[in-house]
């Protein structure tokens, strides 16, 4: 499987674990997907983005309920490099929140002691 790199629509790299920080400071563990084939499935959360930009959030239970979230999600589609999957969340809401407004978390640095 392969995903869109921020790059641009035409780069391709293994579809892997990628973390991002949320607005709350919660590191979240998104599986890549490939932007151009990927199927929803019904009760997990995806992430679409362009490069480091978060455009949607949501699942299939926002397209069927909220046509403002369907439109944005056809934008993101269009405009979108990245999508990102995890499981269903305990707590959706809020989680949907928490990373609307995510960055992809900066890797770890080693320090000498």
């Known amino acids: ?10 780069a391709v790299r293994k579809a892997g674990l990628s973390h991002w920080q949320g607005q709350s400071g919660r590191d979240y563990g998104l599986n890549a997907e490939s932007l151009d084939d ?14 480091s930009h978060v455009l949607w959030v949501g699942s299939t239970e926002d397209l069927v309920a909220d046509p403002m979230s369907r439109t944005r999600f056809r934008v993101a589609l269009d405009c979108g490099t990245n999508v990102f999957r995890m499981d269903a ?18 890797e770890p640095v080693a320090q000498a002691a």
């Open 89 to 106: 969340p305990e707590n959706r809401l809020s989680t949907i929140w928490d990373l609307e407004q995510a960055v992809p978390a900066s």
């Open 38 to 51: 990927f199927a929803m499935r019904e009760s997990d959360l995806y992430v679409i983005a362009k490069g």
């Open 1 to 10: 499987m392969v995903h869109r790199d921020n790059l641009g629509r035409g």
